[in-house]
């Protein structure tokens, strides 16, 4: 077995070359307070089978109401990726027998799908941006958990059964894992910036299949595609695809042929595995869903979503560049989370000498300090203990020249504890620096007159002992002086004249 790490190197060797042709299907499970056709709890984390009811447990006789949070959540997810909106759709029924299943079927949609003919955007790199369709997004309910214990058995947990999702459906774009990558990276950051999805892969929140082939490069026609499911991570993802790809490459090259399958990666392996022959739409047996109304969606109501769509990631980011003059890295960093993008322009908010120095400090403070305590302590920013008022206050007083940068490091542990600015911090505790230009030539002078054999040093060539001069000035008042200003005074008495 070729290691997955080589496949971009492995295909791009082979004669006749190979590309990989991709697309994606991303279950969202929406963040509503109950689930999409009964008032049972839709919150996750609670004792197994303690959220359910006759509805979602498919009992004869009982009938489902819709979630009225379903349609808005999805129509705000179609227009936020450019789709267009049917004003008339509906439910199918989409049977299959799982143990996780209660009803033996799915409630879902089908051949005419909610949202449909959208579009995202993702960054290859700094300059370059690659649209990758979206086929249709449609609602549907989740089915239940299995939950496989060889010590008991297949346990099953149906808190998850009816909980609404979305499925976005991406065209085959896609041609490479690491633009698979990126991708399902705009559509998380998408559906968390319009708060209709938490995004957490670990448990479900977000979950994704992908459907993967392989074909000459130049051949129009798509080759055989498999479906690779248990995808829990974006790094199990862009692995996954690697595997596929290189393992249909080499099936092909030793003169077998791709079958159509479903597939499951085992992370532990490494590997994928096939779980069972692929099913097609009509193996599901679809029909109209008879207990639920058709889905009017309005134009008023689409006007009323349409006005209240967050700015996304993409464009805040280049907002961020063109309006604070932050380098790409930085402001990719800040607009990953809605939070943090907040923050930082609140942040921005309070600066006395709002410039591009200033605004660069502000990122440089969140990405160094902030970010780690979050990592650290796995909370959100609002539960840092830093106010937006207090880090550009820290801020300030630096770009203001009252203390020093390090003095700011040392201080920022004591905003974290208290409500105070670094203003009041630096006033109790006696830290504004010393500019006094003149207070700091007599010192200068003084520690000139006093080391005559590194003067004599520092002019015949050594100029690193200018440290060595300007740490005296900082010593002798204590730290207190300004390093800039003692530095520019110490090397103009250096290299100027010899006598007074």
Not at 86 to 98: G, M, Q
Request: with cysteine; charged share 25%.
């Amino acid at each position: 077995m070729v290691p997955a790490h080589t496949v971009h190197t492995v295909a791009e060797s082979m004669t006749p070359s190979y590309e990989a042709v991709i697309g994606l299907e991303v279950h969202a499970q929406l963040k509503t307070t109950s689930k999409a056709f009964c008032s049972c709890s839709a919150t996750f984390g609670a004792k197994p089978n303690v959220n359910t009811c006759p509805v979602c447990l498919g009992h004869p006789g009982t009938l489902p109401v819709l979630n009225e949070h379903l349609i808005t959540f999805a129509v705000r997810m179609g227009l936020a990726t450019n789709c267009s909106i049917r004003p008339t759709s509906t439910f199918s029924r989409k049977n299959y027998f799982y143990a996780d299943l209660p009803k033996g079927y799915q409630i879902s949609q089908y051949q005419d799908p909610i949202c449909y003919d959208g579009h995202v955007e993702i960054e290859l790199d700094e300059s370059t941006t690659k649209r990758i369709g979206i086929t249709r997004i449609h609602m549907e309910e989740d089915s239940g958990k299995s939950i496989h214990d060889l010590d008991i058995d297949t346990l099953v947990d149906l808190n998850r059964a009816g909980v609404p999702l979305i499925e976005i459906v991406s065209e085959p774009d896609i041609r490479s894992p690491r633009e698979a990558y990126l991708y399902l990276q705009q559509l998380r950051q998408t559906l968390m910036y319009l708060d209709i999805c938490d995004g957490n892969m670990e448990e479900g929140s977000l979950r994704c299949d992908a459907n993967v082939s392989v074909r000459p490069v130049g051949r129009q026609a798509f080759g055989t595609k498999t479906e690779v499911k248990n995808l829990n991570s974006f790094r199990n993802v862009e692995k996954a695809l690697e595997y596929e790809i290189q393992r249909q490459i080499s099936l092909i090259l030793e003169g077998g042929s791709v079958v159509q399958e479903t597939m499951m990666w085992d992370a532990g392996a490494q590997q994928t595995r096939t779980m069972r022959s692929k099913e097609q739409a009509h193996d599901y047996r679809y029909f109209p869903e008879p207990d639920l109304p058709h889905v009017q969606v309005t134009e008023q109501l689409l006007e009323e979503l349409r006005i209240t769509l967050p700015e996304l990631g993409l464009q805040k980011k280049g907002r961020f560049r063109t309006q604070y003059g932050l380098p790409a890295y930085d402001a990719g960093i800040l607009v990953e989370d809605a939070a943090v993008a907040a923050y930082y322009e609140a942040a921005v908010g309070h600066l006395r000498q709002p410039s591009v120095e200033t605004y660069k400090q502000v990122s440089n403070w969140i990405m160094t300090e902030i970010l780690r305590v979050m990592g650290e302590k796995k909370v959100a920013i609002g539960e840092v203990g830093l106010s937006p008022l207090q880090l550009a206050s820290l801020v300030n007083v630096v770009a203001d020249g009252v203390i020093s940068s390090k003095t700011a490091k040392d201080i920022l542990p004591e905003l974290y504890a208290s409500e105070q600015t670094a203003d009041q911090i630096v006033e109790a505790q006696g830290l504004r620096q010393m500019s006094d230009e003149g207070a700091l030539q007599a010192i200068v002078d003084d520690i000139l007159a006093a080391n005559p054999e590194s003067v004599e040093k520092y002019r015949e060539g050594k100029t690193k002992l200018l440290g060595f001069f300007v740490g005296q000035v900082l010593k002798a008042t204590d730290g207190t002086a300004n390093p800039t200003i003692a530095t520019a005074l110490m090397k103009a008495a250096l290299d100027g004249p010899l006598d007074k």
